[in-house]
């Protein structure tokens, strides 16, 4: 198994980047955000995923681990494979997947080219579980609960946190508050929660 690769970048297309090493040029499938973190560079490393099939071989890389383990996640929901799985975490990062998983946002989902509506509730039904417990370190500092960050969600979190809350505090505030709702909206609802502990 080819857990990454380390060399130079020496091609990128429409959801493919070449990473040469050693003389030889490995193909990794991948995704938008992935192109848009190497676009530039000379030298990078990417973090793979290997899918071995009957028809075909296919190496898949991931700027960082956060959205290698979501992209994971979604090729063991039955009916979502690699193509799917790079759709989704194209159109989303790995903390809008998680919070979308965990406030069972399907909607989210069927946003994506190619997710049906049966698709994305599946989607969310079997994985939320697995990300209950996870953590995402957000804009590279510390871990904290997946369902606090992305979008709406995520601006009233910070709102909070300006407002003096810490980021569990804030995180059990709006966890269970629909995501879809306008932030000044949230914002107001979380302070209420927040008033009665």
Request: charged fraction near 20%.
């Amino acid at each position: 198994m080819i857990y990454s690769l380390s060399g130079k970048l020496i091609h990128t297309e429409a959801e493919l980047a070449v990473v040469e090493c050693g003389g030889v040029g490995y193909a990794c499938k991948t995704t938008l955000s992935t192109l848009q973190k190497i676009a530039g560079e000379e030298k990078v490393t990417l973090l793979t995923y290997m899918s071995v099939r009957e028809d075909a071989v296919e190496l898949f890389g991931f700027a960082d681990k956060e959205e290698l383990r979501a992209f994971k996640l979604l090729i063991s929901v039955s009916g979502v494979g690699p193509k799917a799985g790079l759709a989704i975490l194209s159109a989303m990062n790995p903390q809008q997947f998680a919070l979308a998983v965990a406030t069972s946002d399907s909607k989210s989902f069927t946003q994506v080219k190619g997710i049906g509506k049966k698709t994305a509730e599946r989607i969310c039904l079997e994985l939320k579980d697995k990300v209950a417990g996870e953590t995402i370190s957000v804009r590279g500092q510390t871990a904290v609960p997946v369902s606090v960050t992305g979008g709406n969600i995520g601006e009233t979190i910070t709102a909070l946190e300006v407002l003096g809350y810490s980021s569990a505090e804030a995180a059990g505030a709006v966890s269970q508050l629909d995501p879809d709702l306008p932030v000044e909206e949230l914002i107001k609802k979380a302070l209420i929660g927040l008033a009665r502990f």
